[in-house]
Every structure is written in C-alpha cells, then in structure tokens.
C-alpha cells in the first residue's frame, strides 16, 4: 500500500486525503444512517473521482516528459515506459478501491435507514 503512495506521487495526496474523507463519512452512515450525510459523500465521493483522474493524468505525463532520462541505460525504452505506465495506474488503484468500499458502507447506511423508515410507529 505504501509503495503505492509514493509510486503515485504527488498527486495521491488528494486521492488519499479526499479517499479517507469519503469513506469517514461514508463509515459514519453506515453507523448512524443520517441520511443529512448523503450529499457530502457524493460530493467528496466526486473530488476523489476526480482527483484519480487528475493524478493518473499527471502521472502519465510525467512518464511522458522525463521517463525515457530516468531510466538506466541497461532498460529498454519499451521496457521504461511500461514500468512508469504501470506507476501512474497508483492513484486509481488505491482511489477506486476506496470508492468501492466507501459505496458499500453507503449502501449499508441506505438499508439501514430504509429499515428505519418502515418500522412501524407507535
């Protein structure tokens, strides 16, 4: 997990901290099942989408201005792209595994309050 981080660079400083974001609330309302926390889980669910993006887009980038100087004159230039192609698939990896838990603890927060709702009243 942490070689993934520092693989991501610079970029997985959004995805993590907007990713940990989404699934803190999206934990809390699986517990409480507030349904007031929807919207801030679909909106930072939003930032860290768009942060992937964002970081696998500056990732690749810079694979694509500085990976062939990088690379020891024993590796073949196919050989040094593939590996820094591989590098900048880190922030989607750790950020679409996030997302897809923080989905599942909102899908327990919505069968939790839609149980609530159909209690009966007394």
Not at 1 to 24: E, H, K
Not at 63 to 71: K, N, P, T, Y
Request: charged share 15%; glycine share 14%; hydrophobic share 50%.
């Amino acid at each position: 997990m942490f070689d993934l981080l520092r693989q991501g660079g610079g970029p997985m400083l959004f995805v993590a901290v907007f990713g940990f974001a989404t699934f803190a609330s999206a934990a809390l309302f699986a517990v409480r099942g507030e349904r007031r926390r929807l919207g801030f889980i679909l909106c930072m669910g939003a930032a860290t989408l768009l942060s992937i993006g964002g970081g696998m887009c500056a990732d690749l980038a810079a694979v694509g201005h500085h990976g062939i100087e990088r690379c020891g004159p024993s590796m073949q230039v196919t050989a040094c792209l593939m590996v820094g192609f591989a590098e900048s698939m880190a922030p989607g990896i750790v950020g679409f595994a996030v997302l897809s838990l923080a989905g599942m603890l909102t899908a327990a927060g919505m069968s939790r309050t839609s149980r609530a709702d159909d209690s009966p009243r007394a």
